[in-house]
């Protein structure tokens, strides 16, 4: 995905060398470590923990750590020391909530869900996802070390209107045609 949305390079590793073998990434040989590399993203898919003090010792920082895994830092130490360096820290609740949102599209808008697309969920997911990590870095003046002041600013309230209500009227500023049902779902809700 980093690829196809035009990252020059994009690096990737995983302990079962065959799987890091992806379509417009560069694979590091068994030989190479990740945390040698300079990037501008850091983006830890399946280990957590696996950002401790070797790799805050051999690892340039990168400008932003987006956790697709629930906790990319070891220890606080070194997620304070990265957020020093200036990386921005963007939490895998923001950066990957992906089934979280399509859940609440097929509870508030099952037909719509059933019918739809799927590559439009997956981008209405990425847009807020964008927004929500953007919102984030602004609201923290894109300083690594404001991030926790401002987090829960970012977050929705749980007694707010459900998010999957919210993607007919996405569809409809994208210029596609939101079926009945979408409606007579969302009065049901």
């Known amino acids: 995905s980093l690829a196809s949305l035009g990252a020059k390079t994009v690096f990737t590793c995983d302990s079962h060398a065959g799987l890091a073998d992806i379509d417009g990434c560069q694979p590091l040989a068994p030989e190479e ?20 003090e070797n790799v805050l010792k051999h690892m340039p920082a990168p400008s932003f750590v987006v956790g697709a895994t629930n906790q990319p830092y070891a220890s606080q130490e070194v997620r304070n020391a990265f957020d020093k360096k200036g990386t921005l820290h963007i939490p895998e609740s923001i950066s990957s909530g992906g089934a979280i949102v399509a859940d609440s599209v097929e509870w508030t808008h099952p037909e719509l869900f059933r019918t739809i697309e799927p590559q439009l969920l997956y981008d ?16 923290a003046e894109n300083q690594a070390m404001n991030i926790h002041h401002v987090i829960d600013g970012v977050y929705e309230e749980s007694e ?6 919210r993607f007919p009227e996405w569809l409809g500023e994208k210029g596609y045609k939101v079926p009945a049902t979408a409606a007579a779902d969302a009065t049901e809700a």
Not at 38 to 52: G, H, K, R, Y
Not at 128 to 139: F, G, T
């Open 33 to 52: 470590n990740w945390f040698d590399k300079e990037v501008d993203f850091l983006v830890p898919c399946a280990n957590s923990l696996a950002i401790d």
């Open 124 to 139: 209405w997911i990425i847009d807020i996802s964008k927004a929500k990590s953007m919102d984030l870095c602004l609201r």
């Open 160 to 165: 707010t209107v459900p998010v999957g209500l």
